[in-house]
């Protein structure tokens, strides 16, 4: 399964807003809306931000919003914070009943 | 509160084989998909095998199929990955990880904190 395209870096300043865009097919991202993102600090595990496109898992910040449009899904950050700095993954449910994850993107919080 | 913790990992030579565990807790461990996902060092996330709830859909990434197989003991709370024919490209962390729900078409939602494999001779 192929990855699917992040920017591999994207940068904002406190309280701006940023956008994370995730580049698929017509056979993953494109297919389906089983669309996550992940936020996952150095050492660290990874934690689940966004599921299903656009939904939130308790807990996390509505700061943090999901979209899809065509093969390309995107996370928004807004009000960004220090803490939001991380590598993000996104990734998706494909045809193949495989998962295929993004290259990763690192925020970085000026 | 739901718990996961991976062990198992280690050094082993290639072409060796290795099995890993995940204890599981703090939910019913028979009703959810699970899944094993690695980490190369330095790299991005890598999907490697799901299990759906009842065990009747196993699917695998294409890097380990025939290689890799996925299982579970209900009665232990436990779900393992059983590696064979060991490669040096399969060194990663491994993250056992919940999916959301019963389907083999759910995502990850609680993640351990990992077991590292290193294969090399």
């Known amino acids: 399964q192929s990855a699917l395209t992040q920017p591999a870096s994207v940068s904002g300043s406190p309280g701006q807003s940023i956008t994370i865009s995730c580049t698929g097919t017509s056979s993953d991202v494109g297919d389906y809306n089983y669309v996550s993102w992940y936020q996952q600090y150095p050492g660290e595990a990874p934690k689940l931000m966004i599921y299903?496109?656009?939904y939130r898992p308790s807990g996390v910040s509505n700061r943090f919003s999901g979209s899809k449009s065509g093969n390309t899904a995107s996370l928004t950050i807004s009000g960004l914070q220090a803490e939001d700095e991380a590598d993000y993954y996104c990734?998706?449910?494909?045809?193949?009943?495989?998962?295929?994850f993004g290259t990763g993107t690192k925020v970085t919080v000026l | 509160q739901v718990q996961l913790v991976e062990s198992g990992g280690g050094v082993v030579q290639p072409g060796r084989s290795l099995r890993l565990s995940c204890a599981a807790s703090?939910?019913?461990?028979?009703?959810?998909?699970m899944h094993w996902v690695r980490q190369a060092p330095g790299k991005g996330l890598d999907w490697v095998a799901v299990?759906?709830?009842?065990?009747?859909?196993?699917y695998y990434a294409d890097s380990v199929k025939g290689r890799f197989t996925i299982s579970r003991d209900i009665s232990k709370n436990t779900l393992f990955l059983q590696m064979n024919s060991l490669r040096a490209d399969d060194t990663a962390v491994y993250y056992c990880?919940?999916?959301?729900?019963?389907?083999?078409?759910?995502?990850?939602?609680?993640w351990g904190l990992g077991t590292l494999v290193t294969v090399s001779s």
């Open positions: 299903d496109v656009i």
């Open positions: 703090g939910f019913s461990f028979s009703n959810y998909a």
């Open positions: 990880a919940r999916a959301l729900s019963y389907s083999s078409s759910s995502m990850f939602e609680y």
């Open positions: 299990m759906s709830y009842d065990e009747s859909n196993k």
């Open positions: 990734s998706s449910y494909t045809s193949r009943r495989t998962y295929s």
